[in-house]
């Protein structure tokens, strides 16, 4: 099967974005900082109200509920901020190149502007399909990114996959 496509910076952003959702360190990063924030604030609120600066320590109490109701949209918010910078800043020569990618019963072979590549099956680690991507990810780290509006059929994509003994990762509840 072979799959001619091009990648915008829209899917580049849905790849990491994707990756660090599913990443345990970072996971681990944001429910460590939206508790040290919280606790951070409350810790002001309250020392602040028991040195008769009720005002500041109101504010203080308010800022502490606000980051622990929150702190997830602001994280999500920056790191879609910073992923988006950084893919402009290093791939954006990338951005609507044509590029290529064949399987067979053995091999993936990727083509585009740059290079050609080659990569047994059994090195495949994982093929995630959210609802505008399919991602296949390589036991090396490598990552192929296939935007779904490019495909002629879907359907002939997992069947494919299917017949060479792979499993499609469901992540179609994902959102960015």
Same mark, same amino acid.
């Given at each position: #099967?072979?799959?001619?496509?091009? =990648?915008?910076?829209?899917? %580049?952003l849905a790849f ?6 599913? /990443?345990?360190? =970072?996971?681990? @990063? !944001? ?20 040195? /008769? ?13 606000? #980051? ?7 994280? @999500?918010? @920056? ?8 893919? $402009? @800043? ?6 609507? +190149? ?7 019963? &053995?091999? =993936?072979?990727?083509? &585009?502007?740059v290079a050609d ?7 495949? +680690?994982?093929?995630? $399909?959210? +609802? *505008?991507? %399919?991602?296949? !990810? #390589?036991?090396?780290? #490598?990552? %192929?990114? *296939?935007p779904k509006r $490019?495909?002629?059929?879907? +359907? ?7 017949? *060479?003994?792979?499993?499609?990762? /469901?992540?179609? &509840?994902?959102? *960015?």
């Amino acid at each position: #099967m072979k799959i001619n496509y091009k =990648i915008e910076a829209a899917d %580049f952003l849905a790849f990491q974005l994707f990756t660090a959702s599913t /990443d345990d360190i =970072i996971q681990k @990063r !944001k429910r460590k900082s939206r508790f040290f924030y919280s606790v951070l604030f409350g810790m002001a609120s309250v020392f602040c109200i028991v040195n /008769d600066t009720l005002f500041v320590g109101i504010y203080f109490g308010i800022l502490a509920i606000t #980051m622990a109701l929150f702190y997830p949209h602001f994280f @999500r918010w @920056r790191y879609k901020k910073q992923y988006a910078n950084f893919i $402009e @800043r290093n791939y954006s020569k990338r951005f609507g +190149e044509p590029a290529q990618l064949e399987i067979t019963k &053995d091999f =993936i072979y990727s083509k &585009d502007k740059v290079a050609d590549g080659k990569v047994k099956l059994s090195q495949i +680690e994982s093929i995630h $399909e959210t +609802e *505008l991507h %399919f991602f296949i !990810k #390589m036991s090396s780290g #490598m990552s %192929f990114i *296939l935007p779904k509006r $490019e495909f002629e059929s879907v +359907e002939l994509f997992k069947e494919t996959i299917h017949n *060479l003994g792979l499993k499609i990762i /469901d992540a179609s &509840d994902y959102k *960015l």
